[in-house]
């Protein structure tokens, strides 16, 4: 199992369920989509930057060496370190 920690900034509040999605392991890189429910239209709802976070346990094929996380407007990739 690995645990990934997903730091991120989504434009306004009301913004919900902030989660790590596993889109593709091949046992040396896994693809995460760090991805939020936005806010219903209706809905007032400050405009700024605000702050998201989300946690995921991931049971790993093979022997991961790194994670590719991508969002809507960035993306990057991290080792693993065991």
């Known amino acids: 199992m690995i ?3 997903a730091k991120g900034a989504v ?5 919900t369920k902030p989660r790590l999605h596993l889109l593709h392991n091949d046992g040396h890189v ?15 709802v400050i405009d700024g930057l605000v702050p998201v976070a989300a946690v995921a346990e991931i049971k790993v094929k093979g ?8 969002a809507d407007q960035n993306e990057m990739t991290s080792e693993v370190t065991r």
Do not use: D, I, N, Y
Not at 11 to 15: E, H, I, L, N, Q
Not at 63 to 69: D, E, I, N
């Open 11 to 15: 434009p306004t509040g009301g913004w």
């Open 3 to 5: 645990q990934l920690k």
């Open 30 to 44: 896994m693809t995460v989509e760090f991805l939020a429910t936005p806010p219903p239209a209706e809905m007032t």
């Open 63 to 70: 022997r991961a060496s790194s994670v590719h996380v991508l």
